[in-house]
């Protein structure tokens, strides 16, 4: 069964500084990794999404992340950080023959001034 | 752009009464999803929805809970019986192609209080 770890509950970043969210997975086959964000009271919105190809995909606001197989990880960064990107972070994984998606606990991302 | 819309936003009921969430997925769409927040906790899928019965259930999703597509719009989740421990935040989903390989469009979700 496929399972996500975000090692860091809090991350406090200022304004300007860049960002990197851990994300760890466990999948014994090719995951489909996805980074959702969800501001207070609202939805869950769609960052960005690896299916396959190249390990280095990009979102929407600014957002990459990196697939590393080896370390089974898919790393969230930005270059610089927004006070508006204040808001709680997951990382989640899906897989071909499952049709649910199994999210990791979150990340809180602060941004001091 | 699409999105999908819940209804209520917050509902509030009685432990042991009936509850019934409310989504319009977008519209072309195929998969229809049902997750739910416990507060603090991780998002955790509870059921999936695909021409017009359940494709996958997680082991949360028992007889007290059932899911429907009346019309050619809405996806509802039902609740019977409701109990303390049902309240949190669930959220509907919908995707294009089977949920596990492709991207899943939230709702802003329904905040279900049990007193």
């Known amino acids: 069964a496929q399972s996500v770890t975000q090692p860091d509950i809090h991350i406090t970043v200022s304004e300007g500084a860049s960002l990197e969210l851990r994300c760890n997975y466990s999948y014994g086959a090719t995951p489909y990794l996805f980074w959702y964000v969800q501001s207070p009271g609202q939805g869950l919105q769609l960052l960005l999404k690896y299916f396959s190809g190249d390990t280095l995909v990009q979102g929407i606001k600014g957002f990459e992340a990196e697939f590393k197989r080896s370390q089974s990880s898919f790393n969230l960064r930005k270059p610089s950080v927004h006070w508006s990107d204040a808001a709680e972070y997951f990382c989640?994984?899906?897989?071909?023959?499952?049709?649910?998606?199994?999210f990791g606990t979150g990340t809180r991302l602060l941004v001091s001034p | 752009e699409p999105e999908v819309t819940q209804t209520p936003s917050h509902q509030v009921t009685q432990m042991g009464q009936e509850v019934i969430l409310r989504c319009v997925p977008i519209?072309?769409?195929?998969?229809f999803y049902w997750y739910r927040q416990i507060l603090g906790q991780k998002v955790e899928f509870l059921v999936s929805?695909?021409?017009?019965?359940?494709?996958?259930k997680s082991e949360i999703f028992d007889d007290q809970f059932s899911v429907e597509r009346p019309d050619g719009s809405n996806f509802t989740l039902k609740i019977r019986s409701t109990k303390l421990e049902d309240s949190a935040m669930y959220f509907c989903?919908?995707?294009?192609?089977?949920?596990?390989?492709?991207?899943?469009?939230f709702g802003d979700g329904t905040r279900l209080s049990i007193l």
């Open positions: 519209s072309n769409h195929l998969y």
């Open positions: 989640a994984v899906g897989a071909t023959g499952f049709q649910k998606l199994v």
């Open positions: 989903a919908s995707s294009e192609g089977v949920g596990g390989t492709q991207p899943q469009h």
């Open positions: 929805f695909y021409n017009n019965e359940i494709s996958e």
